[in-house]
């Protein structure tokens, strides 16, 4: 499933580049069987809550709310070693999710990324390193939706004007299989797909240990079939991340759960 990865190569290359310009792509990382699994994934999950929806005329189109509740390559993308490893390195601790998503854009047409955005609005003190990981499920061109960041961007603490950001934002292209690894705080937006296919990727938001995820996961993940799970995943998860509720939890385990 995964490529011969050299993560110290990678780490370094995300230690030069988001601290300064706030995003990097790196090539290759996840083959093609893995991600057209996925890509059909994606598709099929997002068809399932436009039903939901009751129509596919909404927001959030494109958008799954969670993506690790519809189990399978989602998560067999998090047994991926370079997943975990690279978010702890570049962040310091053990990564868990903030959340899943996928960013899909229907063919002719634009979605809720298309505005200038960033993925956190709020940093925490010091400045604690966050990081996002959109992996590209179809390759990325002019046409068909890629997205532009205004690089250096996630370092300042006021919002772009409209005019800036079309001016000195660049468009990152890509091949299926590429990783863009960027800063929440950077602005960047998608663009209009104007191909008549589908574009697709998923995106993995990481937090600390010991900060709040975006849903209470145990119970969004009750139906979903875990048992083909590794610890390291569930732990990405942050099914493992529960602080302990008793004095005898606390002094029961050689290690802190939390």
Known sequence: MAKTINIKEISSTIERELPTNGVVRVSGLV?????????????????????????ADYDGFGRLLFAPVYGGAFLELLELDFIADLAKTYMGSEPILYTMTTSCVAPNQ??????????????????????????????????????????????????????????????????????????????????????????SCVLLGFVHPWMKQRFDVKPMLEATDLSGCSDKVLGVLGLKNTPPKSWSEFYSNNKPIY
């Open 31 to 55: 083959n093609d069987e893995f991600v057209e699994r996925l890509r059909q994934q994606c598709l099929s999950s997002i068809e399932i809550e436009s039903q939901k929806m009751g129509t």
């Open 110 to 199: 634009s979605n809720y990324t298309a505005k200038i955005h960033r993925d956190n609005n709020i940093r925490p003190a010091g400045c604690v390193r966050l990081l996002v990981m959109q992996i590209l499920l179809d390759d990325f061109n002019e046409e068909n939706g890629s997205p532009m960041f205004l690089k250096g961007s996630h370092r300042k603490e006021t919002e772009p004007s409209n005019k800036r950001f079309d001016a000195e934002a660049q468009m990152i292209t890509g091949k299926k299989g590429d990783v863009i690894f960027f800063d929440p705080w950077i602005w960047h937006r998608s663009t209009k797909n104007q191909s008549n296919q589908w574009r």
